[in-house]
């Protein structure tokens, strides 16, 4: 991006030096290191999110064609683009659903029948 080379930065370096001296020049140069870096930040995360909106776009692209071909004569490509919309679209509107109801049913079986082992209800008996 910027074409420094070692002298540019020895040159300012010591400008820096010189007009703001031995004790400021460390927390200038922390400042400015941190000014970078929520720059570098702000920067990955507007790419990141740029990208998102482009895959959307272009899968939402892809189900207008699928839908424009009648979502039965379509390509692999389109299909998979269509499924992963689906998806998708099923993440965000039930984000807390829970999963197969088959593991709900197990575990409420076992949770109803909790009953002691043979050998507690007897002493249990005993006890009365």
Request: negative net charge.
């Amino acid at each position: 991006m910027f074409d420094i080379g070692f002298w540019e930065i020895v040159l300012i370096s010591v400008i820096g030096l010189i007009v703001l001296g031995p004790e400021r020049l460390p927390v200038a140069i922390r400042t400015v290191l941190k000014w970078v870096r929520t720059v570098k930040g702000t920067a990955n995360t507007m790419k990141n999110e740029l990208s998102q909106e482009l895959k959307i776009h272009e899968l939402h692209e892809n189900l207008r064609k699928a839908e424009q071909q009648g979502l039965k004569d379509i390509s692999p490509e389109l299909h998979e683009s269509v499924e992963s919309l689906k998806q998708a679209a099923e993440s965000v509107t039930r984000p807390y659903a829970k999963k197969p109801a088959s593991s709900d049913s197990e575990s409420s079986t076992a949770s109803n029948d909790v009953s002691p082992p043979a050998d507690i209800k007897g002493d249990e008996q005993e006890k009365k």
